[in-house]
Every structure is written in structure tokens, then in C-alpha cells.
């Protein structure tokens, strides 16, 4: 039996891997089905076009150039359903004992042994925090869903990359008053190409107000402080979405005993052939080998790592 923490699109083509080569496995995710897909923005589109999503070798067809996130959540739904994955949802692993070859996977809810352990958690479950006082907040949010609840609104939006951008133009198209914070001197030219002209030429306009080279530095239940340049601001304020982006869970790899590399990117120390990590028997799959470099690994270039750990672990079994 192999354990896969995390039922995102890498864990999912993991288990379908080993599944193919006649190895039982065992899914235990602490939210939903690719949870983090699952919260991601309710009318987002992504990067990717559909054909490289895909696992198992089963066709992602969707309606558009590019996939949306519904189309997404189908897709991940039907083939786990045409494997007959093992999955265990809202279920925390808390702790990994034992050796290779027996292993205890321990979590909120129970107990199993396994053979081999996949970590596939990815980073989009650990928010990065601002620090400052008020975020404790209901009305602040780390999560964009859906820009019907900010009708009418002062929303501060904090961020500079794609989800602060989508963010900033659904709600400004929903009618609300829309303010950006940004911590550096422009927006990120990482932001999606059709997105970018759009953004900027809404804050060119004055439509959507930002403030550049600033800091968000205090939340309260009707207005914030802003940190500008040219000193501090108040502004009237309802809702604040933080958009600063998200870490993966370090705090579970160092409870399973996973290293990390000693530099700003915090990568779990693992074969890049094979993906075993310093624990033998314990795997890494997906973004969450990269660590804190969340921008060079994704879906479409970490399925392969399925592959790769089902090999290995078909080989030494």
C-alpha cells in the first residue's frame, strides 16, 4: 500500500500511475478534490490549454481555447471516478512513523500503514500573511472567489500579480470602488498577456486607484492606513483581499522529516530521477518539489513525476 498526501492533479496521476502497475494506494486530502483548484477564482481561466492538464490518458476537452476552472473541477472528478481512486477527503495527516517498508500514516481521523508515502500538496494551501493589525478580520480574505459579494463596496485589493489583477477587474466590473496596494513600483509582467493592458489601462484611467511603492499597514472594521510614498493614507474601507500568494505546508515536510535546502527557496531535499526525499521510502510529487520558487513548476511540467515515483517504487516493492 502506498499513502499519497494530497489529492490534487499530480497526487490523483500518481495513484492512476501505480494503479496501472497493479499497486494499491490510499488518497488523503484535508479539503476537497483538488482543493486548490477548487479555490481558485470562480471565472478563472488558465494558462494552460486543456491537452496539457491531462492524466491517465484521458482527454481534457474543454469549450474554449484555454480551460476554465469548472471545466477543471470536472475533469479531476471524472478521472478519479473512472479509476476507482481510494480517496479519503477531509482528512489532515498529522504525522508519517516507522522505516521504509512501515510506514504509520497518522492524521485527525485514524491510522493506516503503508509501504511507501507521496507528499503531492502543492503551495496553494498556506497563505502568505501580511502581519499587520486588523488581518484577523472577517473581513479579510486570502481567497478571491466570486465578484458579486463586493457590489458597491470600498474593496482593498493587496498584490501584484495575476490574482490581485483579476481580482481588482471583476470586482471594479461589479460596480465596486476599487483600491491596489503594491509593494513594488509596477505590476509583475508575469501577469496573463490578455489580463496586463487591461489592468493598466484601468489604473491609467483612474477607474481602478492604486498605489505603488506602498504598504497596507493597519485594518479596521471601516477604513485601513496605506503607507505611500508621500506618507500615510486613510481610506474608507468594507472589504480587504490579500492577494500576497501562498508557501507550501513546511511545517508538515519538517514533521515528516523532510530537509529543506538551506536557501530562500526552501526546496525539500529529494532525487530529481526518482523523487525520494532524505526519508527513504518518502516521495515529493508536483509544485511542491520547487519549494518557495512557486512560478517554474506546474501541472503540465510535474506530471511526470508520476511516472517516475510509480517506477521506482514498482521496482523496489
Known sequence: ???????????LATAIELK??????LIIERGCLVNSIYHYPANM???????????GNIPFISHGPKPTRKEALEYYRRAAEHYDLNIRLYEEVTSVDGKDGEFMVNTDKGSYKAEKVVLATGFYGQENLLNIPGEELPKVTHYYDDPHRYAWQDVVIVGAGNSAADAALETWRANANVTLVIRESELKQTIK?????DIENRIKEGSINA??????IEIREDEVDIQ?????????NDFVLAMTGYHPHFGLMKKLGIDLTE??????VHSEKTLETNRSGLYVAGVVCGGMDTSSLFIENTRIHANHIAGHIEASL
Open 1 to 11: 500500500m502506498v499513502v499519497i498526501i494530497g489529492a490534487g492533479p499530480i497526487g
Open 228 to 236: 505611500t510614498p508621500n506618507g500615510k493614507k486613510t481610506i474608507s
Open 193 to 197: 498577456y490578455w489580463v496586463l493592458p
Open 45 to 55: 481561466t488558465f494558462f494552460s490549454t486543456s491537452d496539457k492538464l491531462e492524466i
Open 211 to 216: 498605489h505603488f511603492n506602498s504598504d497596507l
Open 20 to 25: 496501472q502497475r497493479g499497486i494499491n494506494s
Open 263 to 268: 536557501d530562500v527557496k526552501q526546496m525539500p
